[in-house]
């Protein structure tokens, strides 16, 4: 019943800037946090940012920390992601999930993920 729908992936330039959404329904906004992942081909899914239910709380993985901004609009049900000066190193599917543990930077630990939109840096 809940389903999570990434846009926004494309191909880009070294130090272009990309928005993705996730659009969410059912209950993944009454979640402890929402969360985006990634995953580039042979590597494991690893964590980017999270953010609590009201948007009051943020983290980000080191390698983003600076460059990417996660947030949401709870009236449209849709978390957010701001990317920006990417580099090659971030080209990756990207997917968004829910948990309802306050485990976020556990890909296990997560009930639901969205299907994943590809982002692409040429460098």
């Known amino acids: 019943q809940v389903q999570l729908s990434e846009s926004g992936g494309g191909l880009v330039q070294a130090g272009d800037s990309l928005r993705l959404s996730c659009a969410a329904s059912?209950?993944?906004?009454?979640?402890?946090?929402m969360s985006w992942f990634r995953q580039a081909p042979g590597k494991e899914r690893e964590f980017v940012a999270a953010?609590?239910?009201?948007?009051?709380?943020?983290d980000y993985a080191d390698s983003v920390k600076g460059r990417f901004t996660i947030s949401r609009d709870n009236a449209k049900n849709t978390v957010y992601l701001q990317m920006n000066s990417l580099k090659h190193e971030d080209t990756a599917v990207y997917y968004c999930?829910?948990?309802?543990?306050?485990?976020?930077?556990?890909?296990?630990?997560?009930?639901?993920w969205g299907q994943g939109t590809q982002v692409t840096v040429s460098s």
């Open positions: 953010i609590s239910r009201s948007g009051g709380n943020t």
């Open positions: 059912g209950r993944a906004f009454s979640s402890y946090f």
């Open positions: 999930a829910t948990t309802y543990t306050g485990r976020y930077r556990n890909v296990n630990a997560y009930d639901y």
